[in-house]
């Protein structure tokens, strides 16, 4: 009996994720089999090659002349029809466009690609940032050639932008699932599973974390339920957000899978493969949703608080690291669980963990040293949400004291016990930058947020973290309801300030199911939201201040401008790239990469 775990696309594919390994790690140490296996990764090696490109432009080519006489006679009566002739129409649209304002870059970007994924994967190109960020512009256009038979929707390295035309509801994303027209990853997926073998595996697990993936994921699901004798199951943060929607879906358990892993899955994953092995019955198996055999969803106990000393180190072996779109591997390592603050009024990160607890110090750096000597590796990102500055001063101390030669990064709260003496001990074990969370520069704003941290010491911060030796990234949310242009611009002015900023990472307010916000949205003069589709992890909404459609351009405008302003700078602008930002800054220093200036013209998107 094994198991498998597997990544789907659409995420960004640079080093291996945790989750798979933390389950393989955690069931190979209770005795059972487990291995894990990339299909995001392998997606992109695959579609991003000479020979798909030029499948793909010759299918929009096609598309373009087969579906006039559809469109001539289109048959609106029928939603699903309305919105397949809806989408043949935007497609045409886009493709047309297409050819006519990028045509002269088509051969270029078909030639240049197999070279291109050479210098993301070869350390000698990689670090000439000429050659890398022209490469990444190649990239990033090969993506756009590929996304054109299945426009609207579009594939990106860094997102998946589902097709527009259709809801969120589980009708239309099922349809999607089931046709190739409106879906790139089923084909892919059909042939894929054809020359893999998945005959000895008696589970495999799927892990879909954001709404990026829900249509790959359950495409994938669905094919492996069809075409293999494994159980499936589905877990994953998103996944969390949305139980209470998912569990009223019949098809979900008849056709895509057969259990739901609800938050943590640690403790779960061991108890369900006792239960798969004979040795458990199914309603002792905590944080499973199930349906029984009249179709009867029963949902299970959550899982009792986890010791994170006593959770298993992530397992990366079967993991093919050279296949990454990275000439090394920045290992992901979790030091505890939640946000020891979780009162973010507009944040849904914690949604679906325990309450928040750290590793010892001790068993952390246990843990580094002992998956950086197995794995070869000396870069490592921290991937929680917040880590106390105290239990980052002693961790930095241990990391000193060992000597591990280590470089990595992680999110950070502003807070004020992060004083000079913490944050050169972090810079000397080997931190080289943190994602500060800034978001707002109006006090009023921050105070709607209830950031909880003392704001007078957040410039003190980033100034004494540049001091320090370290980058400083800080993410910004932009258009907060009720927030005034005035204030708007006030968190621009610190965006500009690369003194202390050296990246920023802005995202646009958005109303999530799971936030605080969602039951205060009134005292932020929120008075209408509705469900945004079954399946997705915000509302749509109207402020008294602002329309969404207005958020987003006030977001577009400032980063259209602002990408524009910071054209010939490394990463002044980046969330996605943060691995190769720890690999450049690793590599060359802080002031290297900040002074830096690219005599190669960036594509703005």
């Known amino acids: 009996m094994k198991f498998l775990f597997a990544a789907v696309p659409q995420w960004y594919p640079v080093s291996p994720y945790l989750a798979g390994a933390l389950l393989a790690g ?11 296996f990339d299909f995001n990764v392998e997606f ?129 994303v099922d349809y999607q699932c089931k046709n190739a027209d409106v879906n790139m990853f089923l084909p892919y997926f059909e042939e894929k599973i054809k020359t893999l073998d998945f005959s000895e595996y008696s589970f495999i697990g799927l892990s879909i974390t954001d709404l990026s993936q829900l249509v790959p994921g359950l495409t994938l699901a669905r094919l492996l339920k069809k075409h293999t004798n494994a159980k499936i199951g589905i877990g994953g943060n998103y996944i969390f957000k949305v139980e209470p929607d998912l569990k009223k879906i019949p098809q979900i358990f008849s056709e895509y899978c057969d259990y739901l892993t609800i938050g943590d899955g640690e403790t779960a994953i061991v108890e369900l493969a006792e239960h798969i092995a004979g040795k458990r019955d199914i309603t002792d198996v905590h944080s499973l949703v199930y349906a029984d055999e009249d179709g009867v ?43 020891y603050w979780g009162k973010c009024t507009f944040c849904d990160f914690y949604t679906g963990q325990q309450k928040f607890d750290m590793k010892s110090v001790i068993r952390a750096v246990d843990e580094v040293e002992y998956l950086s000597k197995k794995y070869n590796s000396k870069l490592f990102t921290f991937v929680d949400e917040a880590v106390p500055p105290k239990f980052y001063n002693e961790f930095a101390k241990e990391i000193k004291r060992r000597n591990i030669e280590i470089y990595y990064y992680s999110f950070a709260r502003l807070e004020k016990a992060f004083t000079p003496e913490v944050l050169r001990n972090l810079y000397d074990s080997g931190a080289r930058f943190f994602m500060w969370g800034y978001e707002a520069e109006s006090e009023r704003i921050m105070k709607l947020i209830n950031k ?37 611009q006030s968190t621009i002015d610190v965006i500009y300030d690369h003194e202390l900023v050296n990246s920023c990472t802005p995202s646009n307010f958005a109303l999530k199911k799971n936030a605080i916000l969602k039951d205060e949205a009134s005292s932020v003069g929120i008075n209408d939201f509705t469900e945004n589709g079954q399946l997705h992890i915000s509302y749509k909404y109207q402020s008294a201040t602002q329309t969404m ?3 987003k351009f006030k977001r577009n405008t400032f980063e259209k401008k602002y990408l524009e302003d910071t054209q010939d700078r490394l990463w002044a602008h980046t969330f996605t790239e943060s691995d190769f930002l720890l690999m450049y800054l690793t590599k060359y220093g802080r002031d290297y990469v900040k002074n830096y200036r690219l005599s190669y013209k960036r594509k703005l998107r």
């Open 452 to 488: 909880g941290i003392d704001l007078s010491y957040r410039k003190k911060i980033l100034a004494d973290s540049r001091d320090a030796g370290l980058w400083n990234l800080c993410t910004f949310l932009l258009c907060y309801p009720t927030e005034t242009p005035e204030e708007l």
């Open 297 to 339: 969803v029963h949902t299970n106990e959550r899982a009792p608080l986890l010791k994170l000393d006593a959770v298993s180190y992530p397992d990366f072996d079967s993991y093919d690291f050279s296949k990454y779109l990275s000439p090394e591997t920045v290992i992901p390592v979790q030091l505890g669980k939640g946000c």
């Open 26 to 36: 955690q069931l190979k140490n209770a005795g059972f089999q487990a291995e894990t």
């Open 549 to 551: 459609e207005e958020v």
């Open 44 to 172: 992109f090696n695959d579609i991003l090659t000479k020979e798909y490109m030029e499948k793909c432009l010759e299918a929009a080519k096609s598309f373009c002349e087969d579906e006039k006489a559809m469109l001539a006679s289109a048959d609106f009566s029928d939603d699903i029809n309305a919105k397949r002739v809806k989408t043949a129409q935007v497609r045409k649209k886009i493709i047309e466009d297409y050819f006519k304002f990028d045509g002269d870059n088509i051969s270029a970007t078909v030639d240049e690609l197999e070279y291109s994924m050479k210098v993301l994967k070869t350390k000698e190109l990689f670090y000439d940032a000429e050659k890398l960020f022209k490469a990444k512009d190649v990239i990033f256009s090969a993506l756009d050639i590929a996304s054109l038979p299945f426009a609207p929707s579009r594939i990106m390295l860094d997102n998946f932008i589902a097709n527009s035309v259709f809801t969120y509801d589980f009708k239309d």
